[in-house]
């Protein structure tokens, strides 16, 4: 099973998307990428511009090679509403009606009337396929975060070699994950290597240290009762000391960012926005920034533009 995440939050830009290759059968897995409208009351700096259309970049050459693309749920920086993305493709998304909020809700309402007709789409909840190479399997709905958060849900994507045996669970916004819910069911997934969002550590002022101490140890649960590798990504790595704060997963050996999976050095931007100003030695362009939103904005916006990016602000969980 080949795993490529495409864009991440190590990689410069607040995404999950990655791409699966089991033999003949190709996913896409949350193709969308975004960048934070404000963090340290700073707009995004041009590193991160450039690591945004990169993205873009990968994201659109990925679905061309793949037959199913999966959305977990509609959050800007994990869906894209560029139509030709799903052409001729089977798309398996979150339910746009059932157990989702009423922005969300818009979102996927929006989407879903902007399908070409060609894609043949389908609620991900429960869903099930079986190729010669793979078996695919869709969860039911999981809580963004804690039980009861209006943050909404997501649905995680199993994905099972046939040949070797091997279990890849990409589970998106679990946030640790924050809920029993969630944890009770990666665990019984027994995945070889897991894919998640972690604790949002840039966000503990504001949630308090209890709930970012539920995620490290709801993933060292996981680890430990599955023996798995885990990638941990997106909301963890948002926060300036991610290494220090998050250090007990790093020890286990067996937790890497996205950017670790490839070999690659881990490249925060978001994190190391103010760094990034600072070096410039010039002020930041006024909050008010140039062109129409991208990536989960409206869905006429033109792909790899240097436009303005989705309204994601600082102290959000998205």
Known sequence: MKIVPLAADSLGV????????????????DPGASLAQSRFNLPPADEEWEAFRRANDRISAYAGRSAVLFISHYHADHFRYDPSLYHDKNLWAKDPKRMIGARQAG????????????????SAEGRRLETADAVLSASPPLPHGVDGTELGHVVAL??????????FVHASDVQGPLSPV??????????NLLYLSGPPAYLEKTIGSALIERGVESLLRIVEATGCRAILDHHAIRAQDYRERLGRLWETGRV????????????????????????????PAPMAMR?????????????GRRTRPVRAKEGTAE
């Open 107 to 122: 979102r996927a309402a929006l989407l879903w009337r902007g399908l070409p007709g060609d894609c043949r789409a389908d």
């Open 14 to 29: 607040r995404s999950m998307a990655t791409y699966i290759e089991c033999g003949e059968t190709r996913i896409l897995v």
């Open 291 to 303: 062109g129409r939103e991208l990536s989960g904005g409206r869905p006429s916006a033109i792909m």
């Open 182 to 191: 969630a944890a009770a069911y990666l665990i019984r997934e027994r995945p």
């Open 158 to 167: 199993t994905i099972t070699d046939r040949r070797e045996g091997t279990r």
């Open 256 to 283: 890497s960012t996205a950017a670790e999976f490839l070999g690659l050095a881990d490249a925060p931007l978001e994190a190391r926005r103010g760094e990034l100003w600072r070096a410039r030695r010039k002020a």
